[in-house]
């Protein structure tokens, strides 16, 4: 049976599922999604900034749109902390978004944070060789371990299997109680306040689109215990992929059936 059956609403990560971390998206998988918002509400969940997912996809998909197709779209960068729609301006040509809401992290939470990531820094005595040590995205702040701009290569073989960030992220759960502390992306860990992560970010969905759990089929590469794909599986059904080409078979297979 499709794991589509019934369902209104397709939800994918971003980096590793819908393309390599922080990397554009193929021209085949943008293609895909194109079709796939004739028949689906579609929303990306992932740990990136609006900024970010403008350059992996939307400042190349946007532009292919119809109207109708446009409002099918839902973005939801950091994590699930923000959601927006976006509507590609022919005169303007630029993108306008509607933000819909936007969970900040307030600036005494951002100075004790940063200061979580001093300490673990010098616990784990790894000096930062590509850009910068943290990466603060408003709602949500990423503690890339190699540094922000890490080559991708280097990320892969860091720690494939998470058992490095997964202990890491046990460290600072205890440093930050009050905090959401998940790993993501290739070699990152992500950080909000507490209830803030990707299960909220269905939620919220829910209520914009007015559907249930139910109707929702979620595609991600870190849906086990401590990943930050994990809170969405406790409420959707969910589909575990390796990488993007993974995904990019079960959309396409999902195409061949309509």
Known sequence: M???????????????????????????MLQTIKKLLKHYKFAILGGGTLK?????ILNKLMPQLSPDEESNLFILPCSGTKAYTGTFNDAKRYID??????????????????KVIDEFRKKIRKEVTWGNSYDDRGSQITLPILGLDAPLEL?????????????????????????EITV???SSIDITRKGLNKGYGIRQLCKLLLCEFKDIIFFGD?????GNDYPVKRL???????????????????????
């Open 222 to 226: 870190a849906l086990e215990k401590g």
């Open 52 to 56: 970010l997912f403008e350059k992996q």
């Open 97 to 114: 978004y509607y933000n819909f809401y936007s969970e900040e992290l307030s600036p005494l939470e951002r100075i004790q944070i940063k």
């Open 184 to 186: 993501g992306g290739t």
């Open 2 to 28: 499709s794991p589509f059956k019934n369902k209104q609403v397709i939800v994918a990560d971003m980096d590793g599922t819908l393309t390599p971390s922080r990397e554009e998206v193929s021209d085949e």
């Open 155 to 179: 990320k892969k073989q860091f720690d494939p299997d998470r058992s490095k960030r997964l202990k890491y992220a046990r460290w600072l759960q205890k440093q930050l109680p009050w905090c």
């Open 236 to 258: 959707v059904d969910t589909i575990a992929v390796k990488d993007d080409k993974e995904t990019l078979k079960y959309f396409k297979r999902e195409l061949r059936r309509k």
